[in-house]
């Protein structure tokens, strides 16, 4: 079982910044995904950003540019979020995909707001 510690959410203006960090407890053997996933309210989840094992990145479209996602070392996924919009606002969730599992982090909100 994979657990997680998430920090870096918060309150901030539209066109600041967050980072978003995220260690894992273990990693599993072979090839795997860690991420971030967002959820609004009333609006399903949705991928924000991943990165695999080889250094593969994905983001969503709505991202256009404005997020880096990093991993220092192998037990941790960090998030730069640039120029936020009040549309960003949601419960962000660190993920972890395997090939046949996916583990979630608990959450931490982003509230972007003037």
């Known amino acids: 079982q994979v657990s997680f510690v998430q920090s870096g959410g918060g309150l901030v203006q539209p066109g600041g910044s967050l980072t978003l960090s995220c260690r894992a407890s273990?990693?599993?053997?072979?090839?795997?995904?860690m991420g971030w996933y967002r959820q609004a309210p009333g609006k399903q989840r949705e991928m924000v950003a991943s990165i695999t094992t080889r250094g593969q990145t994905d983001y969503g479209d709505f991202v256009k540019g404005r997020f880096i996602i990093s991993k220092p070392n192998s037990l941790e996924v960090d998030l730069l979020m640039n120029n936020l919009h009040p549309n960003d606002t949601a419960v962000y969730y660190c993920?972890?995909?395997?090939?046949?599992?996916?583990?979630w982090g608990q959450g931490t909100q982003v509230t972007v707001s003037s």
């Open positions: 993920n972890m995909q395997t090939f046949s599992q996916a583990y």
């Open positions: 273990t990693i599993p053997n072979g090839d795997h995904a």
